[in-house]
Every structure is written in C-alpha cells, then in structure tokens.
T-cell receptor
Framework: QQKVQQSPESLIVPEGGMASLNCTSSDRNVDYFWWYRQHSGKSPKMLM?????GEKEEGRFTVHLNKASLHTSLHIRDSQPSDSALYLCAASRAGNTGKLIFGLGTTLQVQP | AQTIHQWPVAEIKAVGSPLSLGCTIK??????LYWYWQATGGTLQQLFY??????VESVVQLNLSASRPKDDQFILSTEKLLLSHSGFYLCAWSLTTGGDEQYFGPGTRLTVL
C-alpha cells in the first residue's frame, strides 16, 4: 500500500478556476510535507513545503496541513494553462537521511 | 549558484548490457546526493542516498549500484540491464537531510530494448 496517497488521480479545471489537490500519509512519524510540480518530460521542481499545522500562501498557491490526520492539501487559484502538470506530494521524517516518499501524483489539466 | 548536471541526456541500451549514469553538482560543497527512478507515468522512487564521499546507502534494490567517487559526483551503474530498468533517472541534492528541499537535476531518460 502506498504510504503517501494522493487524490484525485487527475483533475481538469477551467482557466481562472481553483484546483484542489489532496495528500495523506499513513506514516505517523512523518515530519515534513512537500509539493513538487513536474511538467511533462521535465524534472520535478518544489512548489511548497509545510512542516507545521496551518496554512501557508505563496502567490496563487496555498497549502494546508493537519498534522493530526497527516493530511495536506494544495490549492491553486486563478489556474493557468502553464499550471498543467503532474503534482507530486512527498513526505519525510526529521533526521532520516533525506528519504522522501512520494505519492503517485495528481495530473492537473487547465483548459483555456 | 548551484548547478546540477546529468549525463547522458538519454540512452537506448540492449537488455544485458552495462550502464553508467553520472551526476555532478557544482557550487555546493559536501551536499547530500540522491538517485531516483521514475517509471513512465509513475511516481518517483528513491534508490540511493549519499551523505559523504565514498559512502552510499541503498534504499531500494533494483539490481543497480551507486558510487560517490568525488564530493561533487554521483554515479549509478549496473553490469546487466533489465527491461524493467527503463525509465527516467533523476539525481538530486540537498543541504542536509530531513527538512531541506531536494533539488533535482534534468534527468536521464533510459530505454532498454
């Protein structure tokens, strides 16, 4: 069973719309959550990280974390066609030699 | 600024042939280094990590090996490729472990026929 589960598997939103992506870890010892974006044929680039309960906003991107439920979500407002990509959630533990466990990802398509 | 370079960009190899992929980090001393594998349409799986020269730890056994001959160089290799080795190989670095962002290189696309 995947230790980091993401939903939905794929998502289509209209340009200017809001995209909401979810991620949950089944490892209760996780300390950090990461959101990476990977455009087709390219390498992943980190979008946002969150380590403590609450919300963090950077431009059009907002990430939430509930540590009790080990659930994080990424929200993209005013979605653009350039946001179309694979979004990967990853989790890691403190001092665990940098082991990142990735989910299977959510493929986002923003339709003009 | 740190730069990460991977070579080759792409490779087509026959089953049973050897493989060597390379990764170089410039502009950062003593980084932590990682190798990842991504099957087509799949997620990323960490294969190896290295905290210092000469020391490499295996995370997943895929009939591959890794070495860190220099502080800024990480090599992934095998003597005999399998069809299942096809995919996208990514090298990454971070400052330390745990709470530091991992920065990925451009990747090497491997096709095994």
């Amino acid at each position: 069973q995947q230790k980091v589960q993401q939903s939905p598997e794929s998502l289509i939103v209209p340009e200017g719309g809001m995209a909401s992506l979810n991620c949950t870890s089944s490892d209760r010892n996780v300390d950090y959550f990461w959101w990476y974006r990977q455009h087709s044929g390219k390498s992943p680039k980190m979008l946002m990280s969150i380590f403590s309960n609450g919300e963090k906003e950077e431009g059009r991107f907002t990430v939430h974390l509930n540590k009790a439920s080990l659930h994080t979500s990424l929200h993209i407002r005013d979605s653009q066609p350039s946001d179309s990509a694979l979004y990967l959630c990853a989790a890691s533990r403190a001092g665990n030699t940098g082991k990142l466990i990735f989910g299977l990802g959510t493929t986002l398509q923003v339709q003009p | 600024a740190q730069t990460i370079h991977q070579w080759p960009v792409a490779e087509i190899k026959a089953v049973g042939s050897p493989l060597s992929l390379g990764c170089t980090i410039k502009g950062k001393s003593s980084p932590n280094l990682y190798w990842y594998w991504q099957a087509t349409g799949g997620t990323l799986q960490q294969l190896f990590y290295s905290i210092t020269v000469g020391q490499v730890e295996s995370v997943v056994q895929l009939n591959l090996s890794a070495s860190r001959p220099k502080d800024d160089q990480f090599i992934l290799s095998t003597e005999k490729l399998l069809l299942s080795h096809s995919g996208f190989y990514l090298c990454a670095w971070s400052l330390t472990t745990g709470g530091d962002e991992q920065y990925f290189g451009p990747g090497t696309r491997l096709t095994v026929l």
